[in-house]
């Protein structure tokens, strides 16, 4: 009975590791369950056994931990469950940023981060003093800063 126990265990273990390594993302329950398992049955060879046999199991399943973790290392394993596509596609290209020195008015307030409207065209824009701008404003921009609109009240 208890080398049934101690193979089950050991079998169990490796399951659970397969389970982890191939099905369940992350490190998880499986995976710990696995050692947990490998542990016992190590544990139960050395206490229904003895010492020799303890490390006699305690070393194949060592060995056998090893020899998976160099094979899933150097075969090409991962490269069958790694995700091969590539996304090429880009973002819609934006409207071109408004000139240093256009006008437009602001549709909504600033404080200091809004929305304002330069030849029909709607950009968030940001006030160069910090300062709130009420909805309606004319503005004109100060700089651009990146994708940034620096504008200042008329």
């Known amino acids: 009975m208890s ?11 490796f399951l659970l590791l397969f389970v982890e390594l191939l099905l369940v993302p992350g490190i998880g ?6 050692l947990a398992a490998l542990v ?3 544990y139960f ?15 194949c399943v060592s060995l056998a931990l090893l020899a998976l973790v160099i094979y899933v290392l150097r075969a090409k ?11 090429r596609a880009t973002a819609l290209a934006e409207d071109p940023l408004p000139e240093t020195g256009t006008r437009g008015v602001t549709l909504t307030r600033l404080a200091p981060v809004g929305t304002a409207r ?14 709130m701008v009420d ?5 004109t921009v100060v700089r651009s800063e990146g994708n940034k609109i620096i504008v200042k009240p008329l």
């Open 3 to 13: 080398t049934l126990l101690v193979s089950l265990l050991v079998l169990a273990g």
């Open 29 to 34: 329950v499986p995976g710990f369950a696995g």
């Open 40 to 42: 016992a049955a190590c």
């Open 45 to 59: 060879a050395f206490t229904r056994f003895g010492t020799l046999t303890g490390v006699v199991v305690t070393s």
């Open 77 to 87: 394993t991962w490269k069958r469950f790694a995700l091969r596509d590539e996304i």
């Open 118 to 131: 330069f030849d029909g065209r709607d950009f968030e824009v940001k006030s160069d003093t910090n300062d």
């Open 135 to 139: 909805p309606g404003t004319a503005v």
